[in-house]
């Protein structure tokens, strides 16, 4: 399947599965305050879950709309927890009774065939830096510590008598809320109360600032015309520009919704400018190893060196046949008496546009009205892609 097929069908899993997302939540508000369940599977459920009935509906939801953005990232976890929500948002519209009850069984049956037949494209594995995993363990530890605490104080506690009650003052104390209806009535219990709210501020902050940091560095490159990961993971049967200027803009107007490519430039403001036109670009040096990995050289079909300078070019076509030997590398030299040496440097074959426009030229001024019909048409070519 082409990469453009491949990337539709992945689009469909993650929209589908943002669509149950949605149903789920929507169907789980509609059913708060609801104390029993009259859906096909009512008399086998359990009183205490028919209470929760609603808030599970709507939980599910918040759950499942994490999964359908941690599959928009590839993410290998997401596909496992999405395997195993879909089910569950089925079991709720038979449960739940209401008229968005159909919707998201037959929403959650379609999407989970989808999710399975697509395993392969969600293989990222969840990279978490050592600031988010320590936000991580301080959130955890925090409610471990303040859950275990204040049961262990119950008796100095007022309204704390469960587990459940510790968890929900725990929570209201941590993340500064505090509602008054769980109050400390000894010095030990009040002491214990500032120790959680103290944790609870700092790890709460924590988390936040390992959560946000990452989202404002992906804005900062996006700015500066940088694919996301998942972008390039998807690049297949692809064509790798190198450079981009004056030689590349006819060639960029070419490839454009016929074949995919990205393009390699180092120029940060012309990046930002492609990115803007929803070209594919990566803001690096052509010639390093790492962008034209990341761009998947591996799996290109082939690369156009036009840096419009011809040593970068030399080095580029280097660099890219040592990773890929068989890839079809074609360079538009700018001086032709560099002709010989990109071809030596391993282009498979080298364009000058200097050498063409003199052939034109020439052949033009001997009479030769077919070059002239040929010219005429090229510069009609390149005034029609200036307008558009």
Same mark, same amino acid.
């Given at each position: ?12 899993? /993650? ?58 990232? $590839? ?10 929500? #879909? ?5 709720? $519209? ?15 049956? #379609?999407?989970?065939?989808?999710? #399975? ?190 840096? !419009? ?29 560099? /002709? ?31 070059? !002239? ?9 390149? $005034? ?5």
């Amino acid at each position: 399947m082409s990469s453009r097929g491949v990337l539709l069908r992945t689009r469909v899993a /993650v929209v589908l599965v943002a669509l149950v997302a949605l149903l789920s939540f929507t169907t789980g508000v509609v059913n708060i305050g609801m104390t029993q369940i009259a859906g096909p599977l009512g008399p086998f459920i359990p009183d205490d879950v028919e209470q929760a009935a609603g808030f599970t509906g709507a939980l599910t939801g918040f759950l499942m709309l994490g999964s359908a953005f941690g599959l928009r990232r $590839g993410l290998r976890v997401a596909w496992y927890s999405t395997v195993v929500l #879909l089910p569950v948002t089925a079991a709720q $519209g038979l449960a739940q009774s209401n008229v968005l009850s159909s919707p998201l069984i037959v929403l959650s049956l #379609l999407s989970l065939p989808t999710v #399975l037949i697509n395993y392969r494209r969600f293989d990222r594995p969840l990279a978490l830096s050592t600031t988010q995993l320590a936000a991580g363990a301080a959130l955890v530890g925090t409610m471990v510590y303040g859950t275990a605490g204040t049961y262990r104080l119950r008796g100095e506690f007022a309204n704390v008598e469960t587990v459940l009650d510790a968890v929900y003052y725990t929570i209201v104390t941590a993340s500064t809320v505090g509602y008054g209806d769980a109050i400390p009535e000894s010095q030990q219990a009040r002491l214990f109360s500032i120790s959680v709210l103290v944790l609870g501020v700092a790890s709460f902050t924590l988390a936040l600032g390992s959560l946000l940091g990452p989202a404002i560095e992906a804005r900062f490159a996006q700015a500066l015309g940088t694919m996301t990961d998942r972008q390039l993971e998807l690049l297949e049967d692809h064509v790798i520009v190198l450079g981009y200027g004056d030689l590349t803009e006819p060639i960029i107007e070419e490839l454009s919704g016929t074949t995919p490519f990205v393009v390699i430039t180092p120029d940060q403001d012309a990046a930002a400018h492609l990115n803007a036109r929803d070209i594919a670009v990566l803001s690096a040096d052509p010639s390093d190893e790492e962008p034209l990995h990341r761009a998947s050289i591996e799996d290109a079909r082939a690369v156009v060196a036009a840096t !419009e300078n011809d040593a970068n070019d030399a080095l580029a076509i280097l660099t890219a046949k040592s990773l890929n030997a068989d890839l079809r590398v074609v360079a538009a030299a700018t001086d032709r008496e560099n /002709v010989e040496k990109l071809r030596r440097a391993g282009a498979d074959s080298v364009i000058s546009p200097a050498v063409i426009g003199g052939h034109l030229l020439v052949e033009s001024a001997l009479g030769d009205e077919d070059v !002239e019909t040929l010219a005429d048409r090229i510069l009609a070519n390149d $005034g029609s892609g200036d307008e558009a």
